[in-house]
């Protein structure tokens, strides 16, 4: 067979430009790229199909080992075990990890990873590394999910016998915008072009429509609408969606989403039963990663166990003197993690709330992602939902790379003769955007959960007398603190007329498409009119490139008082 | 230059406002115009604005329909124009789209919206059919049946023939319609046909909500136990006539004043309205529509006397 080698491109730009300007010529592929786990799946024609590597598995772990001079990644490299993804050489959890800064709490979480993570904490990316022949060979996140989009992409090839290029793939509901176009880059690095980025429970929610609609279709009844809350929860990120669904149309209400997931769970029972973990660990030499690995897999394997059982043995030895055996139980397990049981109850009432739905309207409650066998998190779910049962019908492993399959054959503008595709998902943004203005208040000129496409606009108005020109800083999140929000961008706007403060008329728009591309735009009008002064400016965001605490510092530094880090209290109505 | 660089917000946005910016695709300055002033904005476009920018045509659906009928046509549209289907040019027809659906779907955007259109809507018809309103099967029609109630002699002859069109009112003793088209065509005629004191009639879809909110019996005032009862107009297509004169009168009026009031808004206060104040100022204007009410009711109490 003609084999195409594949090398990763220059990390130099996103694709830009429009991204759904035509009927695309090929069907998308769709991939769930996960924090532990990654799985591809394609429209065949009449039915969606996952792609199984060589080894005829459908589910394949994300990690990049560099053992050799050849970087290869769980799709095709054969595990001789477990412990050889922890001996250092292999780079894994990287959606944990990626466009995250060194500041941030889950990088420096992630230094208990038998790999390199190390901070210097000043708003940088963090420094990445692999042990390759004792020696901390250095890597950025963006590079190892390039890497790894590269195997799925040639096996993808080699059994659809084309090119691959189009692809839709899901992401978790927390993402910034700035950690999408870190995912758009490593794409773009891997030679494919991303169709969409879709929230992973709102991939389901696609696949719960399709389902939902072929029920009608079978049952020839009413096609009323459903309510379903959608639970996904893996190894780095739990999210939540509320669908409505009616004649194939999943209407997304609200979604909410956090970085918690399988991860925290592990380390807080590693924590637990080994409370000096991170100071015995910390020198990274080969014996402290190889115990560390020993830790990981054995606590690993006690989690998984622990969702069948209500007590296991672990017993580890760690080679340095130090040796864990006892007993865990399932309810101590429960209490170790209680903050994130906690965490994902809140999210799913914060859900409710946002969709202004009961949880006795919800139709169905879906619980899918890696987490989904563990017994207080099915509780929880149902508690919350009022459910008695858990929806049944779909693989709690395939539902997310289902849907986005689904998703990549509607948006190539695949049409199904049986109506299997007449779907449609109507998504919502998942952070408010918006300015800091008011001093130093986060103004939100887009609601979060408002629906794609959107557009909205403000008037704001000068500070000073004969302000001739204005910063626009442009925010994401729906922190009131504006530092505590992602910093997109920001550019100045010129050619105010000198006027007493409070007269000149600064109109900034924002504008979401649904492929989820952000426009703000802004300029000067004269007053009374529509008109503007000079030309407006059109800036698509993200502009900020790696971390951002410091460009708004330098902000600070530049232009003095008026960047000052204040908090907000007004916040937009709705 | 100057040293401060930042800006504050005066102005609070209203869904009513839109884009004052170039929009990104050229093909979309149709829509552009057709939204590039709002209510709140008071300017002479606004008649205009309120024939070619209506929510309610934009959605296909009728000015009473309820949120289930806006929701599936909403979701109709989606399936058609939404940029994953239809492609990028598609983008700014599902703006405005949701723009609608989203005023359309809460009550107190909506009846803003209504009131700022000119639009009367009676939603509490459309649930209690007791009250006399008839709902609508299948798409709207420029005719619709009326059944003057003061001729009918209540023979049956039409909920005979047409059963699913014609109801009998037993408190009444007369025939009413319950649903517009309920029957087919032939049916319809033929009851229409065998009325003996030809009290159907095919009216205009707009005069029928006035029609049948002003035939229905309304309570009299009397003194002591003399004069009290139940009256409605003798003639109601006269009152109808007559309702909507008062109507369109109350409605210029009603647009000067609201016009007046944005433009000291704007133009005074730099606060965003708060949701309470927002809620106070639905509240108000659905008092003011009911005060509206009255006033017609007392005037056409005075008609009937003379």
Known sequence: MEEQAYTVASDSDTPGGEKSSSTFPETAIGIDIGTSHCSMAVWNGSQVELLRNTRNQKLMRSYVTFKDDIPSGGVTNQLSQEYEILSGAAIFNIVRLIGRVDTDPIVHASKTLPFLVQTLDIGVRPFIAALVNNTWRSTTPEEVLAIYLVELRTMAEIQLKRVVRNVVLTIPVAFSRFQLTRVERACAMAGLHVLRLMPEPTAVALLYAQQQQQNVHDNMGSGSEKIALIFNMGAGYCDVAITATAGGVSQIKAVSGSTIGGEDMLQNLMHHLLPNMDSLFSSHGVNEIKSMGLLRVSIQDAIHKLSSETSVQVDVDLGNGSKISRVVQREEFEEVNKNVFEKCEILIQQCLKDAKVEAEDVDDAILVGGCSNIPRIRNLVMGTCKKERIYTEMNPWEAAVVGAALEGAIASGVSDPFGTLDLLTIQVTPLSVGIRADGNTFVPIINRNTTMPSRKDLIFTTVHDNQTEALIVVYEGDEQLVEKNHLLGYFKITGIPPAPKGVPEINVGMDIDTSNVLRVFAGVLVPGTQNPVTPFMEVRMPTVEDGHGWCAEALLRKYGSSLDLIMVQKKMQQ | ?306
């Open chain 2, 1 to 306: 230059m100057v040293s401060g660089v930042s800006i504050h917000r005066i102005i609070a946005p209203t869904h009513f406002q839109h884009q004052h910016f170039h929009p990104p695709n050229p093909t979309s300055r149709r829509w552009k115009q057709k939204s590039t002033s709002g209510i709140r904005c008071c300017k002479k476009v606004e008649e205009r604005l309120r024939t070619e920018k209506n929510y309610y045509k934009l959605l296909g659906v009728s000015v009473d329909s309820t949120n289930k009928e806006i929701k599936e046509a909403y979701r109709k549209l989606q399936k058609k124009y939404h940029p994953d289907i239809a492609g990028q040019k598609g983008h700014e027809y599902t703006l405005v789209l949701n723009e609608a659906y989203k005023v359309l779907m809460r009550e107190d955007l909506r009846r803003e919206y209504d009131a700022s259109i000119g639009q009367l809507r009676f939603s509490f018809g459309r649930n209690i059919p007791d009250l006399g309103f008839s709902t609508w099967n299948g798409p709207f029609r420029p005719q619709a049946l009326f059944v003057d109630e003061n001729a009918c002699i209540g023979c049956r002859e039409c909920v005979h023939n047409a059963s699913n069109t014609f109801m009998m009112d037993e408190a009444l003793g007369c025939a009413r319609v319950k649903v517009q088209y309920g029957d087919d065509d032939t049916k319809i005629e033929v009851s229409v046909d065998s009325c003996p004191v030809n009290c159907i009639h095919w009216v205009e879809k707009e005069e029928l909500q006035v029609l049948e909110l002003l035939i229905r019996p309304q309570p009299k005032q009397g003194h002591g136990i003399f004069g009290q009862g139940w009256e409605r107009p003798k003639n109601v297509f006269m009152a109808a006539k007559a309702f909507n004169k008062q109507q369109k009168h109350e409605g210029m009026h009603h647009q000067r004043n609201g016009n007046n009031s944005h433009r000291i808004r704007s133009s005074t206060t730099g606060e965003e309205e708060t949701p309470a104040q927002a809620e106070a100022r639905a509240s108000a204007s659905i008092k003011l529509q009911m005060e509206k009410f009255s006033g017609i009711w007392s005037w056409v109490n005075e008609f009937l006397r003379h």
